[in-house]
DNA sequence: GACGTGACAGCAAGCGCTTTCTATGTAGTC
DNA sequence: GACTACATAGAAAGCGCTTGCTGTCACGTC
């Protein structure tokens, strides 16, 4: 029925041995040979099989990256930039690898099931985007993990994600505490002192140092924070469109909002404008990521700009092995603020 | 080094096909047996081999989904969709599944060469998603790749991508052409007559559909088209905003733009407002498929709501064999137009 | 002319699992 | 109590490929 290795030897009059080493060009075959079975695997329409390979062997051509949410560009983007490094039919690398997206949709226990699946494939290297869950028995497990993972030979690198010490995992971070700090110093320079901050789900690391980051500098500015001005949600357009209704809700005398992301913010200008609040003269918005249609909104976004292509195409060539990992196996990578319309100074 | 089932048999005092057996789960192992057996998996951290088993059971737990832009929401979202169905971890499925998302990024190579990755894996099903290539050897190629597929017993599913006949594969397509002839009836009803059209790229069906579909209407309504009035580009908002710059330097008397999607719609208002113009009451814009971000253009992006998720879930169930087919294989969604602030009569 | 030396090609032993077929113990039946 | 029937466990034959090792030539070389 389907066509083996030994097929195409029996074809071409070759041993089995010969057509494997043709088709895996580590070892020297004879140019008429190698001919032969080209033309014989070409007739006979021979298409390797994966498994049997990958078990004698003892290696596979997977490369998993796991995403939170794969409908959500700014994994999208980051899972674009890595695979286009890892290779692929078409990426620069040599051999051609199966890069494959996993999408966890932020469950602990898919993140790691995922993982064990791909530990099961023996994959080659794995790459885990965007924020971790912060649950101490969930990050333990996810460590133990990824430890063997990388005692296995599978290369693990993390980016825009926190280090996980003892692991053996590369860590490429996004400095979510200090980005997040800058962006509410701007409002703050601009003459802000009551600002409300929509923070993503509580329970992930990026949530918290973005949150962090935004106390931060109110505590630098002598601004004491009202608890009433916080409130969590998901990182999604619906989520700041509620969120904005209730911080208005709690305190109509805000002059400026920060959203977890610029999803949320767009909600959070939909739910000001249908409060009937104009953007910035009333109130000031800012988002985080500068996704690309944030410079579309009206007025456009005020945000922080994370370097999601690069971070992304860097982390697929370390898993690769084509990039030397960063001194102590992490880096941690700024962002830039883009400040444009959606932030001025407060009326008055 | 690493563990095998046999080393769990051997500890658990049974036979490696025992140890296969409570592992698989689809022949009677006594209670106290399985129970030995389990408690060993644990205790030495047993991993199943995926290769392993996948060439001895002669099928694999692999589904691909190909996508042309995984940073494009447009393909996120069905890609979202397909997997939470394909059972993946926490699906609904009962297996455990890999479901591996693979970026082709529109080139026609990488698309044939993922599917020959996944033929090698011998995946168990495989979702296309999006528009196809119009090439005719290029079809001729991939259309041979399918039926090899099919024929080979992976189930392959066609997720908003044209019916490819005599290839076994179910296709679930957009009425792109439909959709298309209602949105430009729209504009037309609203009383324009001069209409610019911002295609995708040329080679692509779902190009080519929206815009016949704008062609009808507009020959329905006894309007002659300008070859001026169209404009190829990317289906990104970069596109659009150069697009919509050309479109005003043909025809400055435009009073309408239809883009290949909502991205290029943001680009053209874009374009639009930084030469000036209102939307809607100089100009209307209209996109295609309603993205999460186009509610929150301003004002409210005009479009068509394409079922994306419904579409993708059904997809996936097809995939994993859990729904009938549509008979004859095939079955056609209609988008539903939603008319929002970013269209209305032409002034004057 | 005997011999070392590459350059290839083939043999055969796995890789770790699944599954058919067979063996065994236990229970039910008349 | 002998016999059939069932439930369960094991033996062993692969699945299709890779690769270490062993030839076998065809050449130089002294």
């Known amino acids: 029925m389907t066509v083996t290795l030994a097929d195409v030897a029996a074809r071409a009059?070759?041993?089995?041995?010969?057509?494997?080493?043709?088709?895996?060009?580590?070892y020297p075959v004879a140019a008429s040979t190698r001919e032969r079975v080209l033309k014989a695997v070409d007739e006979l329409d021979y298409v390797l099989n994966g498994p049997a390979s990958a078990l004698a062997a003892a290696t596979s051509d997977l490369v998993g990256i796991l995403v939170n949410d794969i409908a959500d560009p700014f994994f999208g983007i980051m899972a674009s930039a890595i695979q286009s490094e890892i290779g692929g039919p078409g990426g620069r690398a040599g051999g051609e690898r199966l890069a494959v997206v996993c999408n966890t949709g932020g469950s602990p226990e898919r993140e790691l099931t995922y993982l064990t699946l791909l530990q099961r494939q023996r994959a080659a290297a794995v790459v885990l985007t965007g924020g971790a869950i912060e649950d101490a028995q969930h990050k333990a497990a996810m460590d133990a993990k990824l430890r063997k993972l990388t005692d296995a030979g599978t290369r693990v690198v993390l980016c825009g994600r926190p280090q996980a010490p003892e692991t053996g995992a590369i860590a490429l971070t996004f400095d979510n505490r200090g980005s997040g700090r800058e962006l509410t110093e701007h409002l703050i320079r601009l003459g802000h002192r009551r600002l409300g901050y929509i923070a993503g789900p509580e329970e992930r690391t990026t949530t918290r140092h973005r949150l962090e980051g935004h106390r931060d500098a109110l505590a630098a500015h002598g601004i004491e924070e009202d608890p009433r001005w916080t409130v969590h949600g998901r990182y999604d357009r619906r989520s700041g469109y509620e969120a904005t209704l209730e911080l208005l809700r709690r305190d109509p005398s805000l002059t400026a909002v920060v959203a977890a992301n610029d999803s949320?913010?767009?909600?959070?200008?939909?739910?000001?404008?249908?409060?009937?609040?104009?953007?910035?003269?009333?109130?000031s918005v800012a988002g985080f990521d500068d996704l690309p249609?944030?410079?579309?909104?009206?007025?456009?976004?005020?945000?922080?700009?994370?370097?999601?292509?690069?971070?992304?195409?860097?982390?697929?060539?370390?898993?690769?092995?084509?990039?030397?990992?960063?001194?102590?196996?992490?880096?941690?990578?700024?962002g830039e603020l883009m400040v444009r319309g959606s932030t001025a100074g407060p009326r008055g």
Chains 1, 2 share one sequence.
């Not at 009059?13 to 580590?26: C, D, E, H, K, Y």
């Not at 898993?319 to 880096?331: F, L, S």
């Open 293 to 334: 249609f944030s410079i579309d909104a009206v007025p456009a976004l005020t945000t922080v700009r994370l370097p999601l292509t690069e971070a992304g195409a860097r982390a697929g060539r370390i898993a690769m092995g084509r990039e030397e990992p960063p001194p102590g196996g992490i880096t941690s990578v700024r």
């Open 13 to 26: 009059q070759v041993s089995p041995a010969t057509v494997s080493r043709v088709l895996n060009g580590n």
């Open 264 to 283: 949320v913010a767009l909600g959070a200008c939909a739910a000001l404008r249908d409060s009937g609040l104009r953007i910035p003269d009333d109130v």
